[in-house]
């Protein structure tokens, strides 16, 4: 049997490569995972291993300019050699997670095997969250499939051949990087091409919390969900071994919107009334662990001030329109305190570490997240290096990392390395709360809504646009002083914003 | 005419149940039975009676044999026959009303009298006084079940030479019996004749009795029927029965050739069962019946080539046992009312009510090596076991086949004391799929007859049994 090998889905933004150096020639025998050429894409160079032990026949020459899924070259395998998807179920089978490695069935239609690819380092499984195409559709090259969401990102898996779908992975499952997503049949007819190994897709899944009865109906849910013309793969087990239970088998919908085959069980499953049960997206399970890991392993209190935002805001007033005309981004509070922020942080490098075993890290740059509520949750996009931009450049990145979140575009690099967060709960109207640390980060910065207070000022009570702040922050390395220090020094900065252009 | 949504032709535990699902689901429904009562072979001639007996047999055997160690002096206990077969009687017309007022509880209309297709959508009743009635039904299911069957080279006369039905009423206890089939009807039969004091020789065709389950199964259990003075002549195929009188000779040939002579008061046929359509006209709704008399269905509704025309039990494809039959005739009621039902025909229990009981589920041990699947085997003898000891019950043993990789259970075979009782555990774990180590790791209480399944399941999880 021939194995053809494509070129691998490497990264969201790359389309095509460009075939380097073969290091084998034609004819010659190769072994698995034995380097066959070397790719070049735009933004890196990389080696493509062979998928299987055979004879190796090149498609592409030196130079040739593939899209993602072209056909490289055709391995032909030796009697007893499998090919990778072939493999049985030896669990020293590491399937080698490393790019949505497509296997290909021989013959004259063949079926690509759509994986989840390895989308960043400490990613090890996503989610499904929506099928663009449905089983049976004709979909073209690039053409995107469906989203998937990890815990980090939300990303868009694009067609690596023309073909017809057929999908594996319903909306809302989970499914192990490497996993099996769907599957298209390249050309041929358009019957369902002979799956190579059906075997295959358990046993790509073999992650460390996989079972071989995971997704087995009870005989009571497997009925129900032929009657609801679910199919099993589609459900998430909550059974022992992450079996369907009559419970789960209950509550399973349809992923589109299909009108109900048996209403009856509908209407009964909806007027029950009272509780609603939803799997948790992988973004919220990690925000969940995260935070309470946090809560759990740092010693965190929280210091509060409170600014007179007069200052700012006369400033703001002024200039605004200038401003927008010149640089052609809103002038909002963000920048004036993200630099304010940063000139403290330069004060009191403590604030701007983080703890690595017994080691203190002081980073010499400010790196400041910004924690933005996107479509589906907390997502904190970084202002690289923003000790070194000018208040027009936070305010454009603000807005345009901003936007990224809300369309879940947000790349895991620009989610990344923050060294401080801020966050604002004053756009939803919070008076004063404590935040939780983003960990690794020691500190966090807590901006509330603007209220106009009565103050006193020189003996006399005015109004004044009050904002409160507070600041969470690691006790275990940063003490008192420095926390209190750096809060006050921001009240000053935002009091008396000219100090901002006077460094004092 | 008289208008039914379903007709169920045949009263049978899959015809009946059938019935009793179609009348819970809604549907008005007719059931036509040939007898004047209802229960099919399972009630009236099969199962029930031949429970009765094999109980009954029990009692008397364990009286001659094993009250004195249990230090009960009692007179050397008599057999009387007549009254087994009356209380047997009994048993069966017990349950006979308990049929007939089942189908009145669930409104279900009973029609007595042979039913035969008038068209694909009319049945006809013919009646034991020559009267007949036709009913019309939206759904016709067929449950006819099946009879003995007979081969041609034996004059089966139901007196000397006879089959199962015979057998369960019988004048008097046989000196000599030879049992032709050593499957599972010639085992229980054969054994309850033994229990009573006959010879009993079996005539068995393949190189063990029972041989269509787990080798080790027959084995074990000719070693326990053997202690009953009983002769096996495994690898004989018969070629011959004559009566003289009342004298029975077979005659049959071992593997080699060479000829044998068996000499006996009586003989019992049990060499299989056929589907039974007889007279119900199949041709007339346009279905006919394969070369072995069963009625091709679809593998997952049980629709025969005819739209509304159902079959299930032993006159398809499959095991004959009533609780498949059980299934099916749910199965069917629930297809026709639009729902989605599944029988999963591998984890359908299999047993043998010999006593020692044989039991079993999945895959046999030759199936898997067929197969080429890599398993686990794990076994427990009965005579470790506690309340086995407690009990002098301690003939057989527990065998557990595991996956050898996932250690799932593939394969559950059980011979010993109530082991009829105990596959329903093995069917619920493996419906569920559980490892060997998942039923191993679950609480069995103590001292029952249960552990032996736990500790052939510790056994298959890594030859770790505790009282092994």
């Not at chain 1, 032929?226 to 079996?243: L, N």
């Not at chain 1, 910004?370 to 907390?378: H, Q």
């Not at chain 2, 025969?304 to 494809?317: E, F, H, K, L, Q």
């Not at chain 2, 065998?399 to 593939?410: F, G, R």
Request: net charge negative; charged share 20%; aromatic share 4%.
């Amino acid at each position: 049997m021939a194995i053809e090998m494509k070129v691998p889905a490497v990264g969201e933004s790359i389309t095509e490569v460009t075939v380097a150096t073969w290091n084998k020639k034609e004819g010659d025998h190769v072994k698995l995972d034995e380097v066959l050429c070397e790719l070049e894409s735009d933004k890196a160079t990389f080696e493509l291993p062979a998928e299987a032990e055979g004879i190796l026949h090149i498609v592409a020459k030196e130079g040739d300019v593939l899209p993602i899924g072209a056909i490289i070259c055709t391995i032909e395998a030796g009697s007893a050699t499998a090919s990778v998807t072939v493999a049985d179920a030896a669990p020293a089978a590491t399937p080698a997670p490393a790019a949505a490695a497509p296997a290909v069935a021989a013959g004259p239609t063949s079926v690509l095997e759509v994986k989840v690819p390895a989308v960043g380092e400490s990613i090890s499984e996503v989610t499904g969250s929506g099928w663009n195409k449905k089983t049976g559709d004709v979909v073209a090259l690039d053409e995107v499939l469906c989203e998937l969401e990890s815990d980090k990102a939300t990303f868009e898996l694009p067609a690596e051949s023309a073909g017809v779908l057929e999908v594996i992975a319903q909306p809302g499952s989970v499914v192990p990087i490497g996993g099996l997503l769907a599957k298209i049949t390249v050309g041929g007819s358009v019957a369902a091409a002979p799956v190579v190994a059906p075997a295959a897709a358990p046993v790509a899944s073999a992650s460390a919390d996989a079972n071989y009865a995971a997704g087995h109906p009870s005989p009571a849910a497997a009925k129900i969900l032929d009657e609801k013309g679910i199919s099993a793969a589609s459900v998430a087990g909550s059974g022992v071994g992450g079996r369907i239970t009559k419970e789960d088998a209950l509550s399973a919908s349809k992923p589109a919107a299909a009108p109900a085959a048996s209403a009856p069980a509908a209407v009964a499953a909806v007027a029950q009334g009272g509780t609603r049960r939803e799997k948790m997206s992988s973004l919220r399970k990690t925000v969940a662990r995260r935070l309470v890991a946090v809560k759990n392993e740092t010693a965190m209190l929280t210091t509060f001030n409170e600014v007179d935002m007069k200052p700012v805001m006369d400033l703001r007033g002024k200039y605004k329109d200038k401003f927008k005309e010149k640089h052609g981004v809103g002038l909002g509070f963000m920048s004036f305190f993200t630099k304010a922020v940063c000139v403290a942080l330069k004060e009191y490098p403590s604030v701007n570490a983080k703890i690595d075993g017994d080691e203190i890290v002081f980073h010499d740059y400010c790196d400041i997240s910004i924690a933005v509520s996107a479509p589906k949750g907390l997502v904190v996009p970084v202002i690289r290096s923003a000790e070194n931009l000018s208040l027009a450049g936070i305010e454009s990145e603000v807005v345009r990392l901003a936007g990224k979140a809300r369309e879940n575009k947000l790349t895991l690099d620009e989610m990344s390395g923050g060294t401080f967060t801020i966050t604002n709960g004053g756009v939803f109207g919070s008076m004063l709360s404590t935040p939780i640390i983003n960990a690794p980060q020691v500190a966090i910065l807590g901006m509330h809504n603007i209220v106009e207070r009565a103050v006193v000022v020189d003996g006399q009570i005015v109004v004044r646009p009050i904002m409160y702040l507070a600041l969470s922050y690691d006790h275990r390395i940063i003490d008192g002083r420095e926390s209190v220090s750096f809060l006050v020094r921001l009240k000053q900065l935002l009091e008396d914003p000219a100090r901002l252009l006077l460094d004092i | 005419m008289q208008e039914f949504d379903v007709i169920v032709i045949g009263s049978g535990p899959g015809g009946y149940v059938s019935a009793i699902r179609s009348a819970q689901l809604g549907f008005k429904v007719a059931i036509v039975e040939k007898y004047a009562v209802m229960g099919g072979t399972c009630l009236n001639v099969g199962c029930i009676p031949s429970k009765a007996l094999l109980d009954s047999s029990e009692h008397y055997h364990n009286a001659v044999h094993s009250f004195q160690e249990h230090g009960i002096e009692i007179a050397k206990p008599k057999v009387n026959l007549d009254q087994m077969i009356k209380r047997k009687a009994g048993v069966v017309s017990n349950l006979n009303a308990g049929i007939a007022y089942l189908m009145k509880k669930n409104k279900i209309t009973s029609f007595h009298g042979l039913g035969s297709f008038d068209s694909a959508k009319t049945v006809k009743i013919t009646k034991e006084d020559g009267s007949s009635e036709v009913i019309s039904g939206k759904n016709i299911v067929i449950a006819t079940g099946s009879k003995p069957t007979i081969l041609p080279f034996i004059p089966v006369d139901k007196e000397r030479i006879i089959t199962s039905t015979e057998a369960l009423k019988m004048k008097e206890i046989p000196k000599h019996l030879i049992v032709i089939g050593a499957g599972v009807i010639g085992a229980e039969l054969g054994s309850v004749y033994a229990r009573l004091g006959s010879k009993v020789s079996f005539v068995e065709f393949a190189d063990s009795m029972i041989p269509t389950m787990d080798k080790t199964m027959g084995k074990e259990l000719q070693k326990s029927i053997a202690k009953l003075g009983a002769d096996f002549y495994l690898s004989h195929k018969v070629t011959s029965a004559a009566v003289k009188g009342k004298e029975v000779t077979v005659k049959a040939q071992d593997a080699a050739g060479k000829e044998v002579e068996i000499k006996g008061d009586y003989c019992l046929v049990c060499i299989g069962r056929r589907p039974y359509t007889d007279g119900l006209n199949l041709a007339a709704a346009g279905l006919t019946a394969d070369e072995r008399g069963r009625i091709a269905v679809d593998e997952h509704t049980l629709q025969t080539s005819v739209p509304g025309i159902y079959a299930i039990g032993d006159v398809v494809r499959g095991a004959m046992l009533a609780h498949k039959a059980e299934e099916e005739g749910t199965l069917v009621a629930e297809v026709i009312a639009g729902q989605k039902p599944h029988i999963n025909y591998n984890l359908i229990p299999g047993v043998v009510y010999t006593w020692p009981e044989v039991a079993s589920v999945g895959k046999t041990e030759q199936e898997l090596k067929a197969a080429g699947i890599a398993y686990k085997e794990g076994s427990f003898p009965f005579k470790a076991l506690g309340r086995a000891i407690a009990s002098m019950d301690v003939d057989g043993l527990a065998k557990v086949l595991a996956d050898a990789t996932t250690d799932e259970i593939l394969g559950v075979h059980i011979i010993g004391a109530r082991a009829a009782d105990m596959i329903a555990e093995a069917v619920v774990a493996m419906e569920y799929r559980a490892s060997a180590e998942d039923v191993a790791r679950m609480s069995h209480a103590h001292p029952t007859y249960t552990e032996a399944l736990k500790e052939a399941c510790l056994a298959a999880t890594s030859k770790r049994a505790i009282h092994a």
